[in-house]
Each structure stands twice: as structure tokens, then as C-alpha cells.
């Protein structure tokens, strides 16, 4: 006789990384459509964005370390991002 306790654990845990992952790309999704809003920070895709588990990690080039952590800032402020580990470097202006 088949068990009639639900489906096995191994789905529910397939069902919770699906929506971790879906909501890891919504979280990417929306600091890419943030820093589109603040073209200060450099052209379109300047910052690299990625985001695993909530904590969003940005790589790229700025200006100024002022952009830098305005950048980190920002992202701190989109709906479900946990952490920022901020790898974005300042350019050498060579002054």
C-alpha cells in the first residue's frame, strides 16, 4: 500500500531551491535595474552583479571610492538582500 504522508522530503528541498534561486534572480534583476537608475556609477553592466543565497557580490570599476560604496549602499537597500560583498575596484587615474 502506497504512503499517503505527502510527497518525499527530496521535493519539498527541490521546491525551497527553486524559489531561493528564482529569488536570487529577482534580487540580480532588480540591483541591475537599480544601478541603470544611477548611470554615475558608469555605463550599463560597469558593475558585474551576482547574488547567491540573498548575499549579492559586485565586481567592476568605478571612479572614486565615494562610488564605491555608494554603490554598496544602494544595494543594501533592495528588498531581500541579505549581505553585499563588495569586490568593486577604483581605477587607477595614475594622478
Excluded: W
Aim: aromatic share 6%.
Amino acid at each position: 500500500m502506497a504512503s499517503s504522508r505527502g510527497p518525499p522530503r527530496l521535493c519539498f528541498i527541490e521546491q525551497v531551491r527553486s524559489r531561493e534561486f528564482s529569488g536570487d534572480a529577482r534580487i540580480t534583476s532588480d540591483v541591475y535595474a537599480l544601478l541603470a537608475e544611477h548611470r554615475e556609477f558608469g555605463a550599463p553592466g560597469a558593475v558585474r552583479v551576482q547574488t547567491n543565497n540573498g548575499v549579492v557580490y559586485l565586481n567592476g570599476l568605478v571612479d572614486t571610492d565615494f562610488e564605491r560604496r555608494s554603490i554598496e549602499s544602494l544595494v543594501t537597500q533592495v528588498p531581500n538582500v541579505k549581505d553585499v560583498v563588495n569586490s568593486v575596484d577604483v581605477r587607477n587615474t595614475g594622478r
